[in-house]
């Protein structure tokens, strides 16, 4: 099955199993209830700093970083920040929510501003675990609802609950081991970027790019991860050699895919964005529309990895026919 034939078989199971919208549409509705969790005066700070080193002429002519910049971009990042975000796990397990990607237009709601580095650490880290667990529910909705390949599709509540469990605890030591593997990467390579930045700022910003390349292809290759978690529900080893294993068979297809998908959500984002100009009633229609392309492109991820899996087992059982 091709890209184009996953994705709109992704929204056909979607549009037959509308019960599916819910979870999404009811953590946009508690990030709308809930108070702004800002951390505007940390970022502030921060973009103070970054504003006195773009002062230093020296500073600013040795940074491989447009210090003026980061120091604007910090500023207005403050202003819309929201700890509560971490509610929505988009990133691992594919969460739809208007109000994470567009926070400007929950408008002038309560706002709790935290000025403790401490306490934002510590409120980060409960929203985000709080995250993962609705992720890790919300993919196993979605599983048990794809009609494709092996694997119960009718558990009672208490095996599903345990299963969501599992995959939680197996998500965040998942995260915990990558977190410390890209630590070993990241040090060096941001002493060898700062090293090669200070010979020549040339240098630097193409190391840097080249850094970036690097982590990039990195999760390219960890992409399927947290699939393989959830729907073969594999431990955290056999998850990634299982990811690795299929995009390196399936490297250009799955960059197509990363890269049409996020298309598809990137546009379908910026329309959004005008709708929910319409006041409350274009924010309704726009949560609902946004649900429902974030679920149709999250079950598209699922039968693209179900699909590819089937054939590459086939292709084994072939060769050793």
Same mark, same amino acid.
């Given at each position: 099955?091709g890209?184009i034939?996953s *994705?709109s #078989? $992704?929204y056909?199971?979607?549009s037959?199993r509308?019960g599916l919208l819910? /979870?999404?549409?009811?953590?946009d &509705?508690?990030l709308?209830?809930?108070? @702004?969790?800002?951390i505007?005066?940390? +970022?502030?700070r921060?973009a103070?700093?970054?504003t006195?080193?773009?002062?230093d002429?020296?500073l600013a002519?040795g940074s491989?970083?447009?210090l003026d910049?980061m120091?604007e971009?910090?500023t207005v990042?403050?202003?819309?920040?929201n700890l509560?975000?971490f509610?929505?796990?988009?990133?691992?397990?594919h969460v739809p929510?208007?109000?994470?990607?567009?926070?400007?237009i929950k408008g002038?709601?309560?706002s709790v501003?935290?000025d403790? *580095?401490?306490?934002?650490g510590l409120?980060?880290l409960l929203?985000g +675990?709080a $995250?993962?667990?609705?992720?890790?529910?919300?993919?196993?909705?979605l599983?048990q609802?794809l009609?494709i390949?092996?694997?119960?599709?009718?558990?009672?509540?208490?095996?599903?609950? $345990? @299963? *969501?469990?599992?995959h939680w605890?197996?998500t965040?030591g998942f995260?915990?081991f990558?977190g410390?593997g890209?630590?070993?990467?990241y040090?060096?390579?941001v002493?060898?970027? #700062?090293?090669?930045a200070?010979i020549?700022?040339?240098?630097g910003?193409? &190391?840097?790019?080249?850094?970036?390349?690097l *982590?990039?292809?990195?999760?390219?290759?960890l992409?399927?991860?947290?699939?393989?978690?959830?729907?073969?529900?594999?431990?955290?080893?056999?998850?990634v050699?299982?990811s690795?294993h299929?995009?390196r068979?399936?490297?250009?297809?799955t960059?197509g895919f990363?890269l049409?998908?996020?298309?598809?959500?990137?546009g379908? $984002?910026?329309l959004?964005?005008q709708v929910?100009?319409?006041h409350?009633?274009g924010v309704?229609f726009?949560?609902?529309?946004?649900?429902?392309?974030?679920?149709?492109l999250?079950?598209?991820? /699922?039968v693209?990895y @179900?699909t590819?899996?089937?054939?590459m087992q086939?292709?084994?059982t072939d060769s050793? &026919?």
């Amino acid at each position: 099955m091709g890209i184009i034939d996953s *994705i709109s #078989t $992704g929204y056909r199971f979607v549009s037959q199993r509308p019960g599916l919208l819910l /979870l999404p549409l009811l953590l946009d &509705a508690l990030l709308w209830v809930l108070p @702004r969790w800002s951390i505007s005066p940390l +970022l502030g700070r921060l973009a103070d700093f970054y504003t006195e080193m773009a002062a230093d002429p020296q500073l600013a002519e040795g940074s491989p970083f447009a210090l003026d910049q980061m120091s604007e971009l910090l500023t207005v990042f403050g202003e819309t920040s929201n700890l509560a975000q971490f509610l929505v796990n988009g990133l691992l397990y594919h969460v739809p929510s208007l109000l994470a990607t567009l926070p400007g237009i929950k408008g002038s709601h309560p706002s709790v501003e935290v000025d403790s *580095i401490g306490a934002a650490g510590l409120l980060s880290l409960l929203f985000g +675990l709080a $995250g993962l667990l609705i992720g890790a529910t919300y993919m196993n909705l979605l599983a048990q609802n794809l009609p494709i390949g092996e694997g119960p599709k009718a558990l009672t509540l208490n095996i599903l609950a $345990g @299963r *969501i469990v599992r995959h939680w605890l197996r998500t965040i030591g998942f995260l915990v081991f990558f977190g410390l593997g890209l630590l070993m990467i990241y040090i060096p390579g941001v002493i060898g970027v #700062t090293v090669l930045a200070l010979i020549s700022p040339v240098l630097g910003s193409g &190391a840097l790019f080249l850094f970036g390349g690097l *982590i990039m292809v990195i999760l390219l290759y960890l992409y399927f991860v947290t699939t393989a978690l959830v729907l073969d529900d594999l431990a955290i080893g056999s998850a990634v050699r299982r990811s690795i294993h299929l995009v390196r068979k399936n490297f250009w297809p799955t960059v197509g895919f990363v890269l049409l998908t996020t298309l598809i959500s990137t546009g379908m $984002g910026l329309l959004f964005r005008q709708v929910t100009q319409w006041h409350t009633l274009g924010v309704a229609f726009a949560t609902l529309g946004n649900t429902f392309i974030g679920t149709g492109l999250a079950m598209s991820l /699922l039968v693209f990895y @179900r699909t590819r899996i089937l054939a590459m087992q086939q292709q084994e059982t072939d060769s050793f &026919a």
